[in-house]
């Protein structure tokens, strides 16, 4: 089989690549990860990409300094998002555990109002940062 990219195509599945890379490669090790991302990269200069070079001392092709900045860039923003929605979801599912023991909620009702909590504990972050933040015992 053989599939045809477009010069942006192209840029935009390598990119793709090194985010995925990013989080399968810190989850486990997977050689087929790194060869799947050799092999891709092995076209970089068919398809014109200046921010994959080959690293004759090692043989592989890597990313340069400066796309891997611009990388790191867009999955720092990401788990930053992934974090506060986190950190929302676990204050209001403790949150609503103490409340739970104080009333009954159908499940639709607990839905909602876990829902609710984590809407206030976004708001209040987004208005106030993580500064006020503290962990009480």
């Not at 790194?34 to 690293?55: H, P, R, T």
């Not at 950190?87 to 103490?98: G, I, P, T």
Request: aromatic residues 14%; hydrophobic residues 35%; proline residues 0%.
């Amino acid at each position: 089989m053989k599939i045809n990219f477009t010069n942006n195509q192209y840029n935009t599945l390598i990119k793709l690549v090194q985010y995925g890379y990013w989080i399968a490669s810190d989850m486990e090790k997977n050689e087929e990860f790194s060869e799947l991302e050799q092999y891709l990269n092995s076209y970089a200069k068919n398809f014109g990409v200046k921010g994959i070079e080959y690293i004759e001392e090692y043989g592989i092709y890597d990313v340069s300094r400066e796309l891997e900045e611009k990388i790191q860039e867009v999955i720092n923003e990401y788990e930053d998002g992934v974090f506060l929605d986190k950190l929302a979801y676990h204050m209001a599912r403790n949150e609503f555990v103490k409340e739970s023991k104080l009333k009954n909620f159908s499940q639709e009702e607990a839905f909602l109002r876990v829902l609710e909590l984590e809407e206030k504990y976004h708001l209040y972050i987004e208005e106030n940062g993580l500064e006020h933040l503290k962990i009480e015992k």
